[in-house]
């Protein structure tokens, strides 16, 4: 799968809608699923709480653009149940998307 482009990120306009047109154009799940195996689900969360302890703390993202739409991912059907505010979460989504669009400049 190749991923996004450049132009088709810059046309989001951070709405939770348009994080579900990302993730569903961009699933990554059955990847790193295969990728990852058994330790799929500890890796995801770990990968998920490390991205969050990132953006809180304003340090760079380290990953490829991959496993950022897989953190989306997590994030987005887990956000319900964490009860952090919209504009919240979608600050965390645009911070994500952004390093996405820089790495489709490579």
Request: proline share 3%; hydrophobic share 35%.
């Amino acid at each position: 799968m190749s991923k996004p482009s450049k132009s088709e990120l810059n046309l989001l306009t951070n709405s939770y809608h348009d994080v579900k047109k990302l993730i569903s154009n961009y699933d990554q799940v059955a990847y790193f699923k295969d990728l990852w195996g058994d330790n799929y689900y500890k890796n995801i969360e770990d990968s998920w709480e490390n991205h969050i302890s990132k953006f809180k703390n304003d340090e760079d993202i380290t990953v490829n653009w991959r496993e950022l739409v897989l953190v989306i991912t997590f994030d987005y059907y887990l956000g319900p149940y964490v009860g952090l505010p919209e504009k919240v979460k979608l600050k965390f989504y645009n911070w994500i998307i952004t390093e996405i669009i820089n790495q489709c400049d490579l």
